[in-house]
């Protein structure tokens, strides 16, 4: 998979080459590319301070605070997975128009990520080892003291690996910040090659981009060594609750609701006012019906075959700190990072070069889609791993059990949760992706996405209403699923 996944690289390094030291100094040592850089680092440090906090306090008050309905949270903080950056975006720009700028694309990138770290968190709550924290307390700890210094350390890995995944999101997302007129690297990549003949100059700053997404990788991989998790146990008891009075309790369900708000309602809200402006669709909805049958498939296909092709990885590297296997990690994460744009052409480049009867078909879409999207897969199902428990299957093995047979039977059966969360996250990406499947789809194929963002591009806002509420009510079903993996 890391063979597959460095594909995009070595298409950099090549249109790199034609450049010479002195193209690509000229390029990365311009004014221009310092102030995307900047901007860069500005959105990106952003969304990962915004996610972390929103993602840990609202898995910390759902799990440690008894509110009402409590599986119905898990799907709540789900919903928003459901809804693309870049039609949060659009509803920004809608309710305020003129709004552009760093705070609001670090505000939409934020609020459609933040369940990657919530959902990671809440389920590694429920397999962290409470009794601990009850140790603490009973040495004289405050419950503070006792949740900061004990129960957090536990659930940080997973909050981390959720918060990696909105950070190379935030990298390579060009929609939202294009549509707030914000000059990413990764815009100015997609404006290099659509206005420059030499594609050199836009490898140049791909490789920015790779250099960036591998000081983020290996800085999560640190925090992870640190946190020294190897040998977690698995889930002692329920969560431990606290019970409120009935104020405190509606607050603190205001807060954890008002991001779902802001993300999932007010977008519905827009879309079905855009939605009475009229449409196409209006006549046609046997063409809806297609594009949402095309876009389930390829997210649940996709799903499968990167969570199978993540697992290995995934379980290499939660349970060995060797440094290829964390090269090979890393390098896994790259398609995360990296703009569409640059993904799609390095698959067409080496499949015209060995597999050309690929060419714009629907496999070769799919291996791209699994190329970007499988570091979703790696971290959940990682930090999944990491929290059981290396005795278990080392106890089944000496009950008989072979070493596969007792990981298939008790790492991965403890692990599942979050193996399958992240193929549910794979599989609402996937949904939602839209610069690579209008490259390297076969002609007549149309997914939710692709009719969306041709009617936005346009500015046929009430035709593409449609579309945006489907591609919302379709990514229901992975948010759904998403919350009970998480629940497990």
């Known amino acids: 998979m890391a063979g597959a996944t460095a594909i ?28 995307l850089f900047l901007t860069t680092m500005a959105v990106t440090f952003g969304v990962a301070i915004t996610t972390l906090a929103l993602g840990l306090g609202t898995a910390t008050i759902v799990s440690r605070v008894k ?12 919903l928003p997975v459901a809804v693309p950056s870049y039609v949060a975006a659009y509803v920004l ?22 369940p990657y770290v919530t959902l990671a968190t809440l389920a590694a709550f429920r397999r962290a080892d409470h009794s601990a924290a009850d140790v603490a307390r009973s040495l ?10 004990v129960t957090l350390p536990q659930v940080l890995p997973a909050a981390l690996a959720g918060c990696l995944l909105s950070v190379l999101y935030a990298l390579s997302d060009y929609a939202a910040p294009a549509m707030l007129r914000t000059q990413t690297l990764t815009v100015g990549v997609y404006g290099l090659f659509a206005g420059s003949l030499n594609r050199g100059h836009a490898g140049a700053l791909g490789l920015v981009l790779v250099a960036v997404a591998l000081v983020f990788v290996a800085l999560e991989q640190w925090t992870r060594r640190r946190s020294d998790r190897r040998s977690a146990a698995v889930v002692v008891r329920e969560v431990p609750q606290l019970v409120l009075g009935p104020w405190k309790t509606a607050g603190l369900g205001a807060l954890v609701l008002t991001p779902v708000l802001l993300v999932v309602v007010l977008p519905v809200g827009i879309l079905l006012i855009r939605l009475a402006g009229g449409t196409r669709y209006a006549q046609n909805l046997s063409d809806l019906a297609s594009a949402a049958a095309t876009t389930l498939v390829l997210g649940l296909v996709t799903a499968v075959i990167a969570t199978l092709a993540a697992l290995p990885i995934a379980a290499l ?7 290829w296997i964390r090269l090979v990690e890393a390098v896994s994460f790259l398609g995360q990072a990296l703009p569409s744009v640059i993904i799609a052409l390095g698959v067409v480049f080496m499949s015209l070069r060995v597999f050309p009867s690929l060419y714009q078909t629907l496999p070769m879409l799919i291996l791209t889609y699994v190329v970007v999207l499988v570091p979703k897969s790696i971290g959940s199902a990682r930090a999944a791993i990491q929290q059981v428990s290396v005795r278990l299957p080392e106890v089944a093995q000496t009950l008989g ?23 549910v996250f794979v599989m609402s990406a996937a949904m939602k992706e839209v610069p690579m499947t209008l490259m390297i789809r076969p002609i007549g194929v149309d997914t939710l996405a692709t009719e969306l963002w041709t009617k936005t591009s346009i500015d046929a806002y009430s035709a593409a209403a449609p579309a945006a509420l489907a591609l919302i009510v379709v990514g229901l079903a992975p948010a759904w699923l998403l919350s009970r993996a998480a629940r497990g």
Do not use: M
């Open 317 to 323: 590297s939660a349970r060995f700190r060797h440094r």
């Open 140 to 149: 004289g700890a405050s419950e503070l003291r006792a949740f900061f210094t």
């Open 8 to 35: 995009p690289l070595i298409y950099l390094c090549i249109r790199v080459a034609e450049l010479g030291f002195d193209g690509v100094g000229a390029i990365l040592f311009r004014q221009r590319t310092a102030d």
């Open 93 to 114: 720009v809608s309710v305020r128009p003129g709004t552009t700028g760093i705070l609001p694309t670090i505000a939409v990138i934020s609020l459609s990520t933040f």
């Open 401 to 423: 059990r072979s070493a596969s047979n007792a990981w298939w039977t008790v790492t991965a059966r403890h692990a599942l949760p979050g193996i399958a969360a992240g193929a």
């Open 67 to 78: 509110l009402p309905t409590p599986n119905l949270w898990w799907i709540v903080l789900a």
